[in-house]
Protein backbone atom coordinates (compact mmCIF):
# COMPACT_ATOMS: atom_id res chain seq x y z
CA UNK A 1 0.00 0.00 0.00
CA UNK A 2 1.64 3.31 -0.87
CA UNK A 3 1.48 6.75 1.28
CA UNK A 4 -0.27 9.72 0.89
CA UNK A 5 1.06 11.88 -1.51
CA UNK A 6 -1.19 14.74 -0.92
CA UNK A 7 -4.06 15.79 2.08
CA UNK A 8 -6.59 15.42 -0.71
CA UNK A 9 -5.18 12.55 -2.07
CA UNK A 10 -6.22 8.88 -1.66
CA UNK A 11 -4.13 5.72 -1.36
CA UNK A 12 -5.29 3.18 -3.48
CA UNK A 13 -6.58 -0.01 -2.64
CA UNK A 14 -5.58 -3.41 -4.44
CA UNK A 15 -8.39 -6.26 -4.61
CA UNK A 16 -7.02 -9.85 -5.78
CA UNK A 17 -10.61 -10.45 -7.55
CA UNK A 18 -12.04 -7.94 -10.16
CA UNK A 19 -14.81 -5.91 -8.91
CA UNK A 20 -18.67 -5.75 -9.40
CA UNK A 21 -19.86 -2.21 -11.43
CA UNK A 22 -21.91 0.04 -9.70
CA UNK A 23 -25.14 2.16 -10.94
CA UNK A 24 -23.51 5.39 -12.74
CA UNK A 25 -23.29 8.60 -11.22
CA UNK A 26 -22.83 12.18 -13.29
CA UNK A 27 -20.13 13.01 -10.18
CA UNK A 28 -17.38 10.47 -11.91
CA UNK A 29 -18.23 8.91 -15.20
CA UNK A 30 -17.46 11.68 -17.53
CA UNK A 31 -13.65 10.75 -17.87
CA UNK A 32 -11.08 9.51 -20.14
CA UNK A 33 -7.17 8.54 -20.23
CA UNK A 34 -5.06 10.88 -21.02
CA UNK A 35 -2.17 9.57 -20.16
CA UNK A 36 0.31 6.47 -19.36
CA UNK A 37 3.57 6.45 -18.72
CA UNK A 38 4.40 2.40 -18.18
CA UNK A 39 7.96 3.14 -16.85
CA UNK A 40 8.55 -1.29 -15.59
CA UNK A 41 10.84 -2.11 -13.18
CA UNK A 42 11.92 0.20 -11.23
CA UNK A 43 10.81 2.97 -12.87
CA UNK A 44 8.22 5.02 -11.95
CA UNK A 45 4.45 4.39 -13.40
CA UNK A 46 1.32 6.64 -13.95
CA UNK A 47 -1.44 7.51 -15.35
CA UNK A 48 -3.56 10.48 -15.41
CA UNK A 49 -7.32 10.79 -16.13
CA UNK A 50 -8.56 14.15 -17.54
CA UNK A 51 -12.30 14.79 -16.68
CA UNK A 52 -14.96 15.80 -19.62
CA UNK A 53 -16.90 18.30 -17.69
CA UNK A 54 -16.83 20.34 -14.35
CA UNK A 55 -17.75 18.21 -11.49
CA UNK A 56 -16.22 14.76 -12.46
CA UNK A 57 -13.89 14.78 -8.86
CA UNK A 58 -16.18 12.76 -6.86
CA UNK A 59 -14.02 9.36 -7.39
CA UNK A 60 -14.37 7.31 -3.81
CA UNK A 61 -14.93 3.84 -4.87
CA UNK A 62 -14.32 4.11 -8.60
CA UNK A 63 -12.16 2.22 -10.32
CA UNK A 64 -8.83 1.87 -13.04
CA UNK A 65 -8.00 -1.88 -13.87
CA UNK A 66 -4.43 -2.77 -15.67
CA UNK A 67 -4.06 -5.47 -18.19
CA UNK A 68 -1.33 -7.72 -19.30
CA UNK A 69 -0.61 -8.64 -22.97
CA UNK A 70 -3.30 -11.28 -22.68
CA UNK A 71 -6.07 -9.59 -21.64
CA UNK A 72 -4.70 -10.64 -17.84
CA UNK A 73 -6.37 -8.57 -14.66
CA UNK A 74 -2.70 -7.47 -13.60
CA UNK A 75 -3.30 -4.83 -11.30
CA UNK A 76 -6.68 -2.90 -9.84
CA UNK A 77 -6.95 0.23 -7.62
CA UNK A 78 -9.52 2.05 -6.37
CA UNK A 79 -10.06 5.43 -4.76
CA UNK A 80 -10.25 5.05 -1.22
CA UNK A 81 -11.63 8.71 -1.24
CA UNK A 82 -12.25 12.26 -3.86
CA UNK A 83 -10.43 14.94 -4.96
CA UNK A 84 -10.76 18.47 -4.52
CA UNK A 85 -10.70 20.20 -7.85
CA UNK A 86 -13.52 19.64 -10.02
CA UNK A 87 -12.66 22.47 -12.88
CA UNK A 88 -14.13 21.03 -16.04
CA UNK A 89 -11.01 19.51 -17.65
CA UNK A 90 -8.99 18.98 -14.36
CA UNK A 91 -7.01 15.93 -14.46
CA UNK A 92 -6.07 13.10 -11.43
CA UNK A 93 -2.85 11.74 -11.54
CA UNK A 94 -2.39 7.98 -10.00
CA UNK A 95 1.23 6.48 -9.67
CA UNK A 96 2.74 3.92 -8.03
CA UNK A 97 5.70 4.62 -5.36
CA UNK A 98 8.94 4.55 -7.51
CA UNK A 99 7.17 7.51 -8.93
CA UNK A 100 9.00 10.21 -6.71
CA UNK A 101 12.13 8.83 -7.27
CA UNK A 102 12.22 8.85 -11.15
CA UNK A 103 9.68 12.25 -11.20
CA UNK A 104 11.57 14.01 -8.00
CA UNK A 105 10.65 17.43 -9.94
CA UNK A 106 7.40 16.79 -10.97
CA UNK A 107 3.84 16.96 -9.27
CA UNK A 108 3.02 14.86 -6.45
CA UNK A 109 0.60 12.45 -7.36
CA UNK A 110 -2.93 12.63 -6.43
CA UNK A 111 -3.40 8.47 -5.29
CA UNK A 112 -0.53 6.26 -4.72
CA UNK A 113 -0.38 2.41 -5.44
CA UNK A 114 2.61 0.10 -4.03
CA UNK A 115 2.87 -0.86 -7.69
CA UNK A 116 1.36 0.02 -11.19
CA UNK A 117 2.61 -3.55 -13.07
CA UNK A 118 2.65 -0.87 -16.10
CA UNK A 119 5.09 -2.57 -18.81
CA UNK A 120 6.67 -0.89 -21.37
CA UNK A 121 6.71 -4.28 -23.74
CA UNK A 122 2.51 -4.24 -23.58
CA UNK A 123 0.25 -3.95 -21.93
CA UNK A 124 -3.75 -2.32 -21.43
CA UNK A 125 -4.99 0.35 -19.04
CA UNK A 126 -8.90 0.85 -18.40
CA UNK A 127 -10.91 3.63 -16.49
CA UNK A 128 -13.93 1.37 -16.22
CA UNK A 129 -16.15 3.60 -14.40
CA UNK A 130 -16.49 5.80 -17.48
CA UNK A 131 -19.92 6.68 -19.91
CA UNK A 132 -18.37 5.45 -22.45
CA UNK A 133 -15.77 3.31 -20.35
CA UNK A 134 -12.13 4.64 -21.94
CA UNK A 135 -9.21 2.35 -22.56
CA UNK A 136 -5.59 2.43 -24.05
CA UNK A 137 -3.23 -0.70 -24.93
CA UNK A 138 0.30 -0.49 -26.38
CA UNK A 139 2.84 -2.44 -27.21
CA UNK A 140 2.52 -6.67 -27.77
CA UNK A 141 -0.94 -6.46 -26.44
CA UNK A 142 -3.17 -8.77 -27.99
CA UNK A 143 -6.25 -8.89 -25.35
CA UNK A 144 -8.93 -10.15 -25.78
CA UNK A 145 -10.51 -7.85 -22.79
CA UNK A 146 -13.27 -9.10 -20.17
CA UNK A 147 -16.08 -10.37 -22.17
CA UNK A 148 -18.54 -9.51 -19.43
CA UNK A 149 -17.57 -5.40 -19.70
CA UNK A 150 -18.31 -5.46 -23.81
CA UNK A 151 -17.61 -1.40 -23.84
CA UNK A 152 -14.34 -1.91 -23.08
CA UNK A 153 -12.27 -0.79 -26.30
CA UNK A 154 -8.89 -0.94 -27.47
CA UNK A 155 -8.51 -1.13 -31.25
CA UNK A 156 -4.85 -1.67 -32.73
CA UNK A 157 -2.12 -0.97 -29.73
CA UNK A 158 -0.14 2.26 -29.54
CA UNK A 159 3.40 1.64 -30.00
CA UNK A 160 3.37 -1.35 -31.30
CA UNK A 161 7.37 -1.91 -30.80
CA UNK A 162 6.70 -1.27 -27.09
CA UNK A 163 6.90 2.08 -25.60
CA UNK A 164 10.06 3.50 -25.81
CA UNK A 165 12.36 4.09 -22.66
CA UNK A 166 11.62 7.32 -20.45
CA UNK A 167 8.26 7.82 -22.94
CA UNK A 168 4.90 8.68 -22.07
CA UNK A 169 1.79 7.93 -24.55
CA UNK A 170 -0.42 11.03 -24.43
CA UNK A 171 -3.51 10.70 -26.28
CA UNK A 172 -3.29 12.80 -29.56
CA UNK A 173 -5.09 16.16 -29.96
CA UNK A 174 -5.49 18.16 -33.16
CA UNK A 175 -2.08 19.44 -34.42
CA UNK A 176 -1.16 22.80 -32.84
CA UNK A 177 -4.72 22.73 -31.05
CA UNK A 178 -4.82 22.40 -27.46
CA UNK A 179 -8.57 20.86 -27.32
CA UNK A 180 -10.98 20.11 -25.08
CA UNK A 181 -11.64 16.52 -23.93
CA UNK A 182 -15.35 16.61 -24.51
CA UNK A 183 -17.49 14.44 -26.33
CA UNK A 184 -18.30 13.74 -29.00
CA UNK A 185 -14.54 13.80 -29.63
CA UNK A 186 -12.25 13.54 -32.06
CA UNK A 187 -9.64 12.57 -29.86
CA UNK A 188 -11.27 9.42 -29.01
CA UNK A 189 -11.58 6.48 -32.03
CA UNK A 190 -11.09 3.74 -29.80
CA UNK A 191 -8.17 2.80 -31.65
CA UNK A 192 -5.33 3.31 -29.77
CA UNK A 193 -2.62 3.74 -32.26
CA UNK A 194 -4.97 6.52 -33.72
CA UNK A 195 -5.60 8.14 -29.84
CA UNK A 196 -2.68 8.26 -28.57
CA UNK A 197 1.39 8.77 -29.28
CA UNK A 198 4.47 8.60 -27.74
CA UNK A 199 5.93 11.94 -26.01
CA UNK A 200 7.88 13.30 -22.93
CA UNK A 201 6.22 12.72 -19.93
CA UNK A 202 4.33 15.81 -18.31
CA UNK A 203 2.17 14.49 -15.55
CA UNK A 204 -0.49 16.71 -14.35
CA UNK A 205 -2.11 16.43 -10.80
CA UNK A 206 -5.02 17.59 -9.18
CA UNK A 207 -3.91 21.19 -8.14
CA UNK A 208 -2.89 22.32 -11.72
CA UNK A 209 -5.29 24.67 -13.47
CA UNK A 210 -6.61 23.14 -17.06
CA UNK A 211 -5.04 24.99 -20.11
CA UNK A 212 -7.21 22.95 -22.60
CA UNK A 213 -9.43 25.63 -25.07
CA UNK A 214 -11.82 24.84 -27.74
CA UNK A 215 -9.91 24.48 -31.43
CA UNK A 216 -11.93 26.32 -33.54
CA UNK A 217 -10.07 25.32 -36.73
CA UNK A 218 -9.78 21.33 -35.76
CA UNK A 219 -9.50 19.29 -38.79
CA UNK A 220 -10.18 16.31 -36.55
CA UNK A 221 -6.80 14.79 -37.57
CA UNK A 222 -4.98 13.29 -34.74
CA UNK A 223 -1.51 15.44 -33.78
CA UNK A 224 1.24 14.02 -31.87
CA UNK A 225 0.43 14.27 -28.13
CA UNK A 226 2.13 17.25 -27.30
CA UNK A 227 -0.77 19.89 -27.43
CA UNK A 228 1.01 22.34 -29.55
CA UNK A 229 0.46 26.59 -28.61
CA UNK A 230 -1.24 27.40 -32.05
CA UNK A 231 -0.19 27.94 -36.00
CA UNK A 232 1.32 25.71 -37.94
CA UNK A 233 4.80 25.65 -36.06
CA UNK A 234 6.57 22.35 -35.85
CA UNK A 235 6.30 19.72 -32.67
CA UNK A 236 9.55 18.02 -31.23
CA UNK A 237 9.80 15.01 -30.11
CA UNK A 238 12.55 13.61 -27.86
CA UNK A 239 12.62 9.57 -29.23
CA UNK A 240 16.42 8.83 -27.40
CA UNK A 241 17.89 10.15 -23.44
CA UNK A 242 20.07 8.78 -20.77
CA UNK A 243 18.28 7.38 -17.46
CA UNK A 244 17.03 10.19 -15.00
CA UNK A 245 19.62 9.34 -12.75
CA UNK A 246 22.81 8.16 -15.43
CA UNK A 247 26.83 8.28 -14.93
CA UNK A 248 27.53 8.97 -17.84
CA UNK A 249 28.87 12.43 -18.47
CA UNK A 250 28.31 13.11 -22.19
CA UNK A 251 24.97 11.29 -22.57
CA UNK A 252 23.03 11.42 -26.35
CA UNK A 253 20.03 12.49 -26.98
CA UNK A 254 18.05 12.01 -30.61
CA UNK A 255 14.58 13.60 -32.03
CA UNK A 256 12.76 14.04 -34.59
CA UNK A 257 9.97 16.94 -36.04
CA UNK A 258 6.50 16.35 -37.45
CA UNK A 259 7.51 18.26 -40.52
CA UNK A 260 9.75 17.30 -43.02
CA UNK A 261 12.84 19.31 -43.79
CA UNK A 262 13.03 20.96 -39.87
CA UNK A 263 16.28 21.78 -38.64
CA UNK A 264 16.53 21.99 -34.84
CA UNK A 265 18.27 23.98 -31.89
CA UNK A 266 19.39 22.80 -28.47
CA UNK A 267 20.42 24.03 -25.48
CA UNK A 268 21.35 22.30 -21.96
CA UNK A 269 20.93 23.67 -18.93
CA UNK A 270 20.80 27.63 -18.78
CA UNK A 271 22.74 28.47 -22.05
CA UNK A 272 21.51 29.77 -25.19
CA UNK A 273 19.79 27.68 -27.80
CA UNK A 274 22.20 26.56 -30.67
CA UNK A 275 21.90 25.00 -34.44
CA UNK A 276 21.93 21.20 -33.22
CA UNK A 277 21.73 17.49 -35.17
CA UNK A 278 20.24 14.64 -34.14
CA UNK A 279 21.91 12.93 -32.36
CA UNK A 280 23.22 15.04 -30.21
CA UNK A 281 26.26 14.00 -27.66
CA UNK A 282 26.36 16.52 -24.71
CA UNK A 283 30.10 17.84 -24.05
CA UNK A 284 31.40 16.33 -20.24
CA UNK A 285 28.64 17.24 -17.60
CA UNK A 286 29.26 18.49 -14.15
CA UNK A 287 27.74 15.89 -11.50
CA UNK A 288 24.36 17.37 -10.50
CA UNK A 289 20.80 17.71 -12.13
CA UNK A 290 20.42 19.33 -15.68
CA UNK A 291 18.13 20.09 -18.09
CA UNK A 292 18.69 19.28 -21.77
CA UNK A 293 15.89 21.10 -24.62
CA UNK A 294 15.15 20.81 -28.10
CA UNK A 295 13.03 22.76 -30.53
CA UNK A 296 12.37 22.59 -34.35
CA UNK A 297 12.00 25.06 -36.76
CA UNK A 298 10.45 24.96 -39.81
CA UNK A 299 11.52 26.51 -43.28
CA UNK A 300 9.75 29.25 -42.95
CA UNK A 301 11.59 29.91 -39.67
CA UNK A 302 8.71 28.70 -37.13
CA UNK A 303 9.78 27.67 -34.41
CA UNK A 304 8.24 25.36 -31.79
CA UNK A 305 6.64 27.05 -28.90
CA UNK A 306 7.17 24.04 -26.36
CA UNK A 307 10.33 22.82 -27.02
CA UNK A 308 11.18 18.96 -25.94
CA UNK A 309 13.12 18.80 -22.58
CA UNK A 310 14.00 16.21 -20.15
CA UNK A 311 15.31 16.43 -17.13
CA UNK A 312 18.02 13.97 -15.51
CA UNK A 313 21.10 14.30 -12.85
CA UNK A 314 24.30 13.03 -13.70
CA UNK A 315 25.98 10.77 -10.90
CA UNK A 316 29.43 9.86 -10.09
CA UNK A 317 30.84 7.15 -11.26
CA UNK A 318 30.49 3.78 -9.56
Known amino acids: MGRLRTPVAAAIVLGATFWTASPAQATFHQMSIREVY ?16 SGQNS ?29 NQSTILVADTNYPVVFDERPAPDA ?8 PTGGAVCWIEGSPPDCVAWGAFVGPLPAHVPA ?8 PGGVQAGLALRRSIAKGCPTLLDPP ?29 PCKKSTGEGGDGQGGSGGNAPQTVLKRRPPRKTHDRTPTFRFVADERG ?15 RSPFTAKR ?3 GRHVFRVRARDDSGKLDSSPASYAFKVLAAR
Open 185 to 213: TTEDSDDSATDFAEVEPNPRDNALAPTES
Open 152 to 159: LKVGNPAS
Open 38 to 53: PGGGNDGSYVELQMWA
Open 262 to 276: ATFQCKLDGKRYKPC
Open 59 to 87: VKGRHLVAYGTAGNVVDEFAFVSSVANGA
Open 112 to 119: SDGSLNLS
Open 285 to 287: LSL
